[in-house]
């Protein structure tokens, strides 16, 4: 009965989940009359310092990324095993190491660029990869480090080394996330896994590029096969719906691709793999004890960063407050 | 030899009523002490993010401290039918030593599974009042429900103590 | 009016002669240079509007693609998916001769070939608004630079047209009326010569019969 020792963790969790932006607090922030006001409502929820009251609606990037350092330390603090909840920042690793790669390539400087969220320190990081000293390293990074020099090295083409890279951190994430034993993080990162593999397969599609250019794009781990998709690159796109029809994409793939269809954009496909994805995490609303909970609260959060970005995004720029709405994410709570 | 010794202390009626009792108060005191440490270490959680949630949370907590009583009770009842506190001593044989055993086990092991169960439930009920306060009465009533089979337990433990001839 | 300072001399009037009928048909020519000027201008003028208008529309998709993806995605990673271009373009200018008037011509080349070679990011961490994004700003630079190439056009062009129009107006407001001017004051001075010899030979004339008469009649005295 492992999961009595989240008892503490998960009562704290449920306190702090009333204090996620529900509905109405983001209602309050779409129809904000500013974007000033818009950020007070993120304030009141408890994002920022409360010290200090920041009137500069321009700040809001820098504290989304604060209020995000924010949760994830809480839960490493609260968490019996913190060490699981690396699963979710090494995405910021492979970040970084995509920033320091290219950087050494174009000899430039984009230290700017590196996030201080990920599970190594970026400083660290850096030494590593510019010393090419990758002992310390993940087994997995390290592998996709020397992948991508070395393809780079050949081809000279950039984008390489964001497809290893990704395709490594989520087989990276995959890998941690079985070897945690908790089946709610493995099942999170295959359905993580399986709704970017939909989305590259329509963007590549859009493209117009070839099958072995989606098979290097694809992650493999998830639960879709990625030859479904090679083998339905061409040919229109009803077939992929079909093919997929009684997977439970079917329904999200059938209303995301006819929106497609009809705008031309992915906007509307993205917040529905999104929802999807918040779907799945919201049955940690009832699980009573265990790590679920404070999995799902960590993805609530980030959930709740990217809505407010969108609406602060929408707000500075002017967008109608409909339009901001349609791009929103479901919410957790 | 030694083994017969031995099979003789362990067959004596006495001991195995004995044991019986300490089985009753220990099983169900575990269970009781677990099930209180869950629902504590969820109140404490909530308490720190909000401490006026103290008095609910300690009337959640408090719930699966009741099996360990009733382990406790059971035990009082064995202990005074076969003598021990009050009363005389009787001797009994190791038919009715086993027999007392036997009482003590619906008491002992319903008592230690569903204290547990019950701390689970209000874990979860502090999980309700975190997030609703106004619903500690109903969050009460599903972590009570599981006390439902440990009365059950009690009471079929009492009544085969009493069913015992001597 | 103002005028020549000359000699009022027969040759200088020829040589004024001569001058003026050069301004005439320079006059001529300047005319009919800037209105052709003109028209060519007016032409690019129109395609140039037309153009712009594409390419304001196209850009401001752009705006609103990045936007979304903006919005979904952290600043960061929107940054690094950018950071490292995969396409290379590279411009080449030249001029083309419009009514001796010299106008720049760009012509750009891409590193590679393949037109759906221009994402430089993976797809994992990127929003597809930013594929649509960099597509069409793929799709704007042709049109971009072509932009740029009649708007540099139309600029020198249009400064032609002003020069151009400055000639004609100097020829025809103050070289030829000046030149006319002169050539009347050179003739009527002339004349005004011609008249005072006649008079003067009339005079002499005049006097030289007074002088005969007197003459003869003092013959007759004696």
């Known amino acids: 009965m492992s999961d009595t020792k989240y008892a503490y963790a998960v009562g704290r969790i449920r306190s702090m989940e009333r204090k996620l932006l529900d509905k109405i607090g983001i209602e309050r922030m779409v129809h904000a009359s500013s974007p000033e006001e818009a950020l007070k409502v993120l304030m009141d929820a408890g994002y920022g310092d409360s010290n200090a009251r920041v009137s500069d609606a321009f700040e809001y990037e820098r504290i989304l990324r604060e209020e995000n350092k924010k949760v994830y330390k809480l839960i490493k603090e609260i968490a019996p095993e913190p060490e699981v909840f690396d699963l979710f920042l090494i995405k910021n690793d492979y970040h970084n190491a995509k920033v320091i790669l290219k950087a050494e390539f174009l000899n430039q400087d984009f230290d700017e660029l590196l996030l201080d969220t990920g599970s190594i320190p970026e400083a660290k990081l850096k030494m590593m990869i510019k010393e090419r000293n990758t002992s310390d390293m993940p087994v997995r990074m390290k592998k996709a480090v020397e992948e991508s020099i070395d393809t780079f090295n050949r081809t000279g083409d950039p984008q390489v080394i964001d497809l290893i890279m990704d395709k490594a951190c989520f087989q990276h994430m995959k890998e941690m996330a079985v070897h945690s034993n908790v089946k709610f993080a493995k099942d999170l990162v295959e359905i993580m896994i399986d709704t970017i593999n939909i989305k590259t397969y329509l963007r590549v599609k859009r493209m117009n590029k070839s099958w072995d250019f989606l098979d290097k794009a694809l992650i493999p781990g998830g639960r879709i096969d990625a030859k479904i998709f090679i083998g339905k690159l061409e040919g229109p796109l009803e077939s992929i719906v079909d093919e997929l029809r009684y997977t439970p994409y079917g329904a999200l793939l059938e209303e995301g691709i006819e929106s497609y269809k009809k705008t031309g954009t992915l906007i509307y496909f993205e917040k529905l793999c999104d929802d999807f994805v918040m779907d799945f995490v919201k049955k940690a609303k009832y699980i009573a004890l265990g790590i679920e909970p404070l999995i799902g609260y960590l993805m609530a959060k980030e959930n709740e960063i990217k809505i407010a970005r969108i609406i602060m995004v929408g707000k500075i720029n002017g967008m109608p407050d409909d339009i901001i709405k349609e791009r929103l994410r479901e919410v957790y709570v | 030899m030694e083994n017969i010794i031995w099979a003789q202390i362990l067959l004596n009626g006495n001991v195995l009523a004995m044991m019986g009792a300490a089985l009753a108060v220990f099983l169900a005191g575990i269970g009781s002490a677990r099930g209180v440490g869950i629902v504590g270490e969820a109140a404490a959680g909530v308490v720190t993010e909000d401490p006026g949630k103290f008095g609910q949370a300690l009337l959640l907590q408090a719930l699966p401290g009741t099996q360990g009583i009733y382990g406790l009770l059971t035990a009082f009842v064995i202990l005074n039918r076969i003598g021990v506190v009050g009363g005389t001593a009787v001797e009994l044989s190791p038919m009715q030593g086993l027999m007392f055993f036997a009482a003590s086990i619906p008491i002992a092991i319903v008592g230690y599974f569903s204290a547990i169960a019950q701390g689970r439930a209000a874990a979860a009920g502090i999980g309700v009042i975190a997030k609703r306060p106004e619903e500690l009465a109903k969050a009460i009533t599903f972590a009570a429900m599981v006390e439902t089979y440990a009365v059950l337990a009690l009471l079929a433990s009492i009544l085969m103590v009493f069913g015992i001839n001597l | ?222």
């Open chain 3, 1 to 222: 009016m103002a005028m020549l300072r000359v000699n009022p001399t027969r040759m200088e009037l020829t040589r004024l002669k001569k001058r003026l009928l050069v301004a005439r048909r320079g006059h001529k020519l300047q005319k009919d240079k800037r209105d052709e000027l003109m028209k060519q201008f007016l032409e690019l003028v129109r395609k140039n509007k037309e153009l712009r208008e594409k390419v304001e529309k196209m850009l401001m998709q752009v705006h609103s693609n990045f936007l979304i993806a903006r919005a979904v995605m952290s600043n960061e990673m929107l940054e690094e998916a950018l950071m490292f271009p995969k396409q290379d373009v590279s411009v080449d200018v030249s001029t083309k001769n419009i009514m001796s008037v010299n106008v720049p011509v760009f012509d750009y080349s891409t590193k590679s070939d393949d037109k759906a070679n221009i994402y430089p990011y993976g797809f994992a961490t990127t929003s597809g608004e930013l594929d649509t994004a960099v597509g069409t700003l793929a799709e704007v630079l042709p049109y971009m630079l072509e932009l740029a190439q009649m708007e540099k056009s139309a600029q020198l062009l249009a400064q032609e047209i002003e020069k151009a129009r400055r000639r004609v107006n100097a020829l025809e407001h103050v070289l030829i009326p000046q030149l006319t001017e002169t050539i009347k004051y050179i003739t009527m001075k002339l004349e005004e010569n011609e008249r005072g010899t006649i008079i003067r030979l009339m005079k002499v004339k005049d006097m030289m019969i007074e002088q005969a008469r007197k003459a003869a009649a003092q013959q007759a005295k004696y």
